[in-house]
C-alpha cells in the first residue's frame, strides 16, 4: 500500500465543559472545553481514503505527549510518509523514522494503514483485527466533580450497567463511591484515580485498602503512571489481607514489555488504549497476550471524535479476548452538537449497555467533512 497525499488537520471540538482527570501534587488537570487534537485523512494510489487521529490532548496533563508537540512534529516528519510501499501498520509507522516513546504520535500512522487496509479489501475492519462479536457491551466514565445522585441517573435513567467514577485520594470521594455501592450492589462499579495517589502517604494506603475492601469491579492506576512494580506490591498486599480488589493499569501501559511485566507480577485487568499502546496492531497482540494468560482487558477511550477515533476502538473491543466493558459511550456523550463530525452518530443500544458492530466494509462510520471542515484550525498537506 502506498500514500499518496496526507492531509493533516488540528482540529477543535468543543465537548461544552471540563473534564477533570483530578489533581497530582495540587495540580489540576483539565481537558476541555476546547478537545485539541490532529486528525490525518490519507489518499492511497489506489484510491482509497483513510481517516485516523493523534489523540493527544493540547498539554502533557495525561502522558509524555500533546497535540502541541504533535502537529509540530507532523510538520517534520509528515513528507517521509508519502509515496513509499508499505506491507504492514508498522512499515507506516517506521517510515516517520525512529522514535522514542511517541505512541500515540505512531498509533496514527498504524490505524490509517489499518483504516484503508479494510475499505481496500472490502472487509470490516473488526474482522481485520480479529474481532467476532456484532456488538460491544460498554460503559459510561463519569467525571470526578458529579454528584452521588447524578450517577444514580447513569444508572437508573441511562440504564449504564458498568459505571466508572474518577477519583482522586479524598475522603469525600471515597463516601460517594461506598454510597453509590450500597444504593446499587448490582451495578458494576469501579474508579479510575489516574494516579492520584501516592504510595508513600499513609493516609493514601489508608484509602486504598478501604476501597479495596469495596470490592469494585476495579481501581483503576491509582499510582504514578511510571510505576508497574508498585501497582503489583498494592495488588500482592491486597491479596495477603484477603483484601478483594483487583487493580487495573491504564496510563502505565506503553508497549508490550510493560503489559508483560504487569500481567506477569500479577495484575489482573488491563485497560487498552488503542492508540496510548502505539496503534490497533499492537492492541490486538496485547489483548491476545492477556487473553493466553487469563487477564481481563476492556478498551479505554481518550475523549475521541466517534470518525474515526471512537470507531477503530469499538472495532479492536470486538475482539473475543476483550471480557470487560468497554469505555466507548456513544457520540452524543462528550461533544456539543455538530463539533463530533460524523454522518451517522455512534449509539447504543436502548438498554443503555450495548453498541452494535457494523458488517460494513471499513470502520463503519464515515466522516462528515463539512462538519470536520468546521473544527479544523489549521490544515497542511503532504506533499507539499
Ligand atoms: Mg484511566
Same mark, same amino acid.
Given at each position: ?44 494510489? =489506489? ?39 508499505? =506491507? ?44 467476532? &462479536? ?12 458529579? %454528584?452521588? $445522585?447524578?450517577?444514580?441517573? &447513569? ?57 479495596? $475492601? ?5 481501581? $483503576? ?33 506503553? %508497549? ?18 488503542? %492508540? ?15 487473553? =493466553? ?8 477511550? !481518550? ?19 476483550? %471480557? ?21 452518530? !455512534? ?23 463539512? &462538519? ?13
Amino acid at each position: 500500500m502506498k500514500f499518496e497525499r496526507l492531509e493533516t488537520r488540528y482540529v477543535v471540538p468543543d465537548m461544552g465543559r471540563k473534564f477533570s482527570l483530578g489533581d497530582v501534587d495540587g495540580q489540576a488537570r483539565i481537558i476541555g472545553p476546547i478537545r485539541d487534537m490532529v486528525v490525518l485523512h490519507g489518499f492511497t494510489s =489506489n484510491g482509497v481514503e483513510a481517516w485516523s487521529a493523534i489523540d493527544t490532548v493540547k498539554f502533557p496533563i495525561y502522558g509524555s505527549e500533546s497535540s502541541t508537540e504533535a502537529w509540530a512534529l507532523l510538520q517534520e516528519v509528515g513528507e517521509t510518509f508519502i509515496g513509499k510501499d508499505f =506491507n504492514s501498520p508498522r512499515d507506516a509507522v517506521h517510515s516517520l523514522g525512529y522514535m522514542i516513546n511517541h505512541y500515540i504520535f505512531q498509533a496514527a500512522f498504524a490505524n490509517l494503514y489499518l483504516d484503508a487496509e479494510a475499505i481496500e479489501k472490502g472487509v470490516p475492519l473488526y474482522t481485520l483485527l480479529g474481532g467476532e &462479536k456484532e456488538q460491544v457491551e460498554i460503559g459510561v466514565s463519569i467525571p470526578k466533580t458529579a %454528584t452521588a $445522585e447524578d450517577i444514580g441517573k &447513569k444508572i437508573t435513567i441511562e440504564k449504564f450497567k458498568r459505571i466508572k467514577v474518577k477519583v482522586g485520594p479524598t475522603e469525600e470521594d471515597y463516601m460517594k463511591i461506598a454510597s453509590i455501592k450500597n444504593s446499587f450492589p448490582n451495578v458494576k462499579l469501579m474508579i479510575d484515580a489516574n494516579s492520584s495517589f501516592d504510595i508513600r502517604n499513609n493516609d493514601h494506603i489508608k484509602l486504598l485498602n478501604k476501597y479495596g $475492601e469495596l470490592d469494585l469491579l476495579m481501581i $483503576e492506576q491509582p499510582l504514578a503512571h511510571n510505576d508497574i512494580a508498585k501497582h503489583i506490591n498494592l495488588q500482592n498486599s491486597f491479596n495477603q489481607n484477603s483484601i478483594p480488589g483487583n487493580i487495573c493499569l491504564d496510563e502505565s501501559i506503553l %508497549t508490550m514489555d510493560d503489559l508483560v511485566m504487569a500481567v506477569d507480577g500479577g495484575i489482573p485487568i488491563i485497560n487498552i488504549k488503542v %492508540t496510548r499502546v502505539g496503534g490497533l496492531d499492537i492492541a490486538k497482540k496485547m489483548i491476545e497476550y492477556c487473553q =493466553n494468560h487469563k487477564v481481563d482487558t476492556w478498551i479505554g477511550g !481518550m475523549v475521541e471524535l466517534t470518525a474515526p477515533g471512537k470507531a477503530h476502538s469499538l472495532a479492536m473491543a470486538a475482539h473475543p479476548g476483550v %471480557t470487560l466493558p468497554s469505555d466507548i459511550s456513544g457520540s452524543a456523550g462528550y461533544f456539543i452538537k455538530n463539533n463530533d463530525p460524523y454522518v451517522r452518530p !455512534m449509539e447504543r443500544e436502548n438498554d443503555g449497555a450495548v453498541i452494535k458492530v457494523p458488517n460494513t466494509p471499513g470502520r463503519g462510520w464515515e466522516v462528515d467533512l463539512n &462538519k470536520m471542515d468546521k473544527i479544523t484550525k489549521s490544515t497542511v498537506v503532504f506533499p507539499k
